[in-house]
């Protein structure tokens, strides 16, 4: 009787150091490890991407991401790398294909850019060129397509 206790006894310990075991996160491969660490902010080329909603705010309207050029003495400039719709159709860019939205300040000071045929304008309050890092910040967009819609941009490395 004491040895049929004491087999059941080792066979309940080693269900819980199994179940403990089971439960402990293996530590991942080295290549597994390296393969997810994130690219340092400073390593991220300089960029805007910005999500216009709808006026509850509920989803996504329009939204644009944008490659930005910092030349030294010169205004930035926005190239259109992706517009996304609310229906999910998204145009991508490249290359000399991208559309050169011009940057400006508007009536009130606001710095903002300018499609290439004039009919988008998003304002950026609170763009703040010549900081490094990741930022994010208010913009508005101008048009008759989009109408005046709220949302948010990030700005990525815009140190110059």
Known sequence: MKLMLAGIAAVVLAGFVAVHLAGQPSAPPQEAAEAAQAPSEE?????LDCAFHNFTRTSAVVSFYFDVALPKGETPRFYERAILLADGT????AGDDRPAWTYGLDADGKPTITSPDGAVRIVLYGLKLGVAGILPLEAGIRSNVYRNLGGECRQTNLGG
């Open 90 to 93: 998204r145009s991508n860019f």
């Open 43 to 47: 390593s991220l080329p300089p960029s």
